[in-house]
């Protein structure tokens, strides 16, 4: 019975075969066409910003639109998250539009310390502190 069980579910798995490739095809190329038109939105129809103005980031966000920034006063910041057919927000991009809306937003500017940037060989230092930074990790 083992082996008449075996044969049966090789045979099913093998009818399957054709479809389960098709269906995995399908997959892709919806993926890959929705991440082309992620990075082509604002060139599209109907995009409700300045293409200038908007900053692919890919991830959790598509983009970040400075409204304003072609006149050089910025007046909003907008987050874009880009869909295309049935896609749905993933749960990082919920909790990050849920941060947003909630405005659990801040400013916040890094100065790099000045030994590594005001001497000669500053590259050389960032990098070797960098180098020394991952190994001690």
């Not at 180098?131 to 001690?136: D, H, M, P």
């Amino acid at each position: 019975m083992y082996e008449i069980g075996k044969l049966v579910g090789e045979k099913t798995a093998t009818d399957k075969l054709p479809e389960a490739k098709k269906a995995a095809v399908q997959r892709s190329r919806s993926v890959l066409s929705g991440m082309f038109a992620e990075q082509l939105a604002p060139y599209l129809p109907n995009f409700p910003f300045s293409p200038t103005e908007a900053k692919f980031i890919g991830a959790p966000i598509d983009f970040l639109v400075f409204k304003g920034m072609d006149a050089q006063h910025i007046e909003e910041v907008v987050f874009v998250e880009v869909k295309s057919g049935s896609a749905r927000l993933n749960q990082n991009e919920h909790s990050l539009k849920d941060t947003i809306e909630n405005k659990r937003v801040r400013w916040h500017a890094y100065h790099v310390p000045a030994p590594l940037t005001h001497f000669p060989n500053a590259t050389l230092r960032i990098y070797k502190a960098l180098k020394n930074l991952l190994a001690s990790s």
